[in-house]
């Protein structure tokens, strides 16, 4: 089975999901789709929306937005890329659940603005939120990252995974050989239980990049991990070096980029490179892995 068999695999299968997969759409796309298989579920409305055909709807509408249309869906995935790049860790994982109403306008010619009413999923927990959320994407010639203000998520936020964050950084800190992992998930769609801290991990790293690449035009997902190596240091940081494979749902691109991060649970993620590899043309084929 090739990348785009894990691709499916990884935003499409699960225990409890049961996509009968013809297409890919934007629209229809899954927004807990990184999970791990076994901790996703899918909502009323995304069950319905690979059935029924979606009116199209122009991406620049203002005024109220159609919830389960894209330009409203887009806007909140990055208020999930953003709740991942402060708060997320190998045991806290935030997801898109549902978005409930949203509305556009235009900012003078600075960007666009979007406000949203969504539901929050920290998926570890199994804890849901509703939320309020604030997306402005800038306009101009070089691309800057969407500016995200989130409110009303205070319980969400709130959940404690200290005490598992504690133990997993103590037991990588004090091992005597550098953990290496390749292909998170595998071409079945498996992952290591012991690993799954770590896949949780790359798509917190991951989100870094995710929120700075998106815009009103993409919907960015972790594919795979490739490969995460654990690398010495000095300090009181975990370090790794990893290379990640996403997956734009609006182009079917997927680009593939190295990170080289620490973690720890008093200093949560810190990306200190990340660096785009040349586009991988054919999607039939494994990455290679360092």
């Known amino acids: ?60 509408a203002t005024g109220e937005l159609n919830p389960s249309h894209y330009p409203a869906q887009r806007a909140a995935k990055v208020v999930q890329h953003y709740l991942n790049t402060r708060y997320g860790s190998p045991y806290k994982l935030f997801g898109l659940k549902q978005v409930h109403s949203g509305n556009a306008e235009d900012v003078a010619d600075s960007g666009r603005k979007y406000q949203l009413d969504i539901s929050v999923h920290e998926i ?14 800038p306009r101009g010639v070089k691309q800057l990252s969407p500016q995200v203000q989130v409110s009303s998520c205070e319980e969400l936020l709130k959940i404690d995974a200290n ?13 005597k050989s550098l953990r290496t992992e390749k292909r998170l998930p595998d071409s079945y769609g498996h992952i290591d239980p012991e690993m799954t801290p770590f896949w949780h991990l790359s798509i917190v790293a991951s989100s870094f990049i995710m929120l700075n ?30 290379h990640v494979l996403l997956h734009d749902m609006v182009s079917q ?17 810190k990306v200190l490179h990340t660096e785009q590899l040349p586009h991988l043309h054919d999607c039939e084929k494994h990455p290679k892995t360092n």
């Open 1 to 60: 089975m090739g990348l785009r068999g894990v691709i499916v695999l990884v935003v499409l299968m699960g225990t409890t999901w049961s996509f009968n997969v013809t297409t890919i759409r934007p629209e229809a796309v899954s927004t807990d789709t990184f999970a791990h298989p076994e901790t996703t579920e899918e909502t009323t409305e995304q069950k319905g929306a690979v059935a029924e055909e979606e009116p199209v709807e122009d991406v620049m």
């Open 124 to 137: 570890i927990s199994d804890t849901k939120e509703n939320c309020s959320a604030e997306v402005f994407f």
């Open 163 to 175: 005490s598992e964050e504690e133990a997993l950084y103590h037991q990588y800190k004090t091992n």
């Open 213 to 242: 690449e998106s815009t009103e035009n993409t919907l960015y997902n972790v594919a795979q991990v490739a490969n995460i190596t654990q690398l010495t240091t000095e300090n009181d940081q975990l370090k790794f070096d990893c």
């Open 253 to 269: 691109e997927i680009p593939q980029w190295k990170l080289l991060f620490t973690w720890s649970p008093a200093g949560g993620v």
